[in-house]
C-alpha cells in the first residue's frame, strides 16, 4: 500500500511540474476537489460580499472627525446658535451616524439634562448594531468552511482506500484513482484551512475596528452631553 501511495503522489507532482492544460490551474484545482470544493466557494464568496460590504461601511459612515466635528459644534453652542449646530449635522443629508447622534442631544438641548441624556442613550443604542452586524458570523464562517473542507478530505480518503482495496482494477487505474483521492483530500484540506484563516484575519481586524468606531461614539455622547448640560446651568 506504500508504495502505491508513493507512486501516486510521485504521479501527482510530475502533473503539477508539467502543469498547463485544461486540468491545470484554478478549473483543475476545483475538478479535482470534489463536490465539497464548490459548497465551500459559495462561502468564500459570502466571505469576500461581507468583508467587502464592512470595509465600505467602516470607511465611509465614519469618516468624519469626531474631535473637530465637536470643536464646531462647541462654538454654535456657547454663542447659543443651536439651530446652526443641527443644520451642522444634517451635512450629507445627516447619513453620517456621528452626526445623528449629536443631533438627537441638540434637538432637545431645552428640555432637561434627563432628556439630553434619554435622547442620546437611545440613539447610541440603535447605532451600535450597525456598528457591529455581520462581524461575528465571520466565526462561524471559518467553522463550516473547515468542516466542510474536512468533509472534502475524508471523501477523497475514502475513495483513496476504495482504490488502493480493490482488486478489479489494472494497477494504472488503481494508480490513476489513488492520485485522484489524495488530490480530492488535499485540496479540500488546503481550501477549506484557506477560507477559515482568511475569516480570522478579516473578523480581527473588522472587530478592532468597530470597537474603536463605539468608543468614538460613546466618547462624543459624553462629551456633548456634558458640553450642552454645562451651557443649561449657565443659561439657567
Not at 468624519?64 to 447659543?80: D, G, H, I, P, Y
Not at 475524508?154 to 482495496?165: Q, Y
Request: aromatic share 6%.
Amino acid at each position: 500500500m506504500v508504495s502505491q501511495v508513493d507512486a501516486a503522489l510521485g504521479s501527482m507532482m510530475s502533473a503539477a511540474a508539467e502543469g498547463g492544460g485544461a486540468e491545470g490551474g484554478l478549473a483543475g484545482f476545483f475538478k479535482h476537489g470534489g463536490v465539497f470544493m464548490y459548497f465551500n466557494l459559495l462561502i468564500s464568496a459570502i466571505v469576500i460580499a461581507l468583508v467587502i460590504e464592512r470595509t465600505v461601511f467602516q470607511l465611509t459612515k465614519y469618516r468624519v472627525n469626531s474631535k473637530e466635528f465637536f470643536a464646531q459644534v462647541r462654538k454654535l453652542v456657547n454663542a447659543n446658535n443651536l439651530d446652526r449646530a443641527i443644520k451642522l449635522c444634517e451635512a450629507g443629508n445627516g447619513g453620517y451616524p456621528t452626526l445623528q447622534l449629536v443631533k438627537s442631544g441638540l434637538t432637545v438641548a431645552n428640555r432637561g439634562a434627563d432628556e439630553i441624556d434619554a435622547a442620546m442613550s437611545e440613539k447610541i443604542s440603535e447605532l451600535k448594531p450597525a456598528v457591529e452586524k455581520g462581524i461575528g458570523s465571520l466565526w462561524s464562517l471559518a467553522n463550516i468552511a473547515t468542516l466542510v473542507g474536512l468533509l472534502g478530505t475524508v471523501s477523497g480518503l475514502i475513495a483513496t482506500f476504495a482504490a488502493v482495496s480493490s482488486g478489479s482494477i489494472s494497477a494504472a487505474e488503481r494508480q490513476t484513482r489513488l492520485a485522484a483521492g489524495i488530490s480530492e483530500a488535499m485540496s479540500n484540506t488546503a481550501f477549506g484551512l484557506g477560507i477559515a484563516v482568511t475569516c480570522m484575519i478579516a473578523h480581527l481586524i473588522l472587530h478592532n475596528n468597530s470597537k474603536k468606531i463605539v468608543h468614538d461614539l460613546e466618547a462624543t455622547q459624553e462629551r456633548v452631553f456634558n458640553l450642552l448640560a454645562i451651557s443649561q446651568r449657565g443659561q439657567a
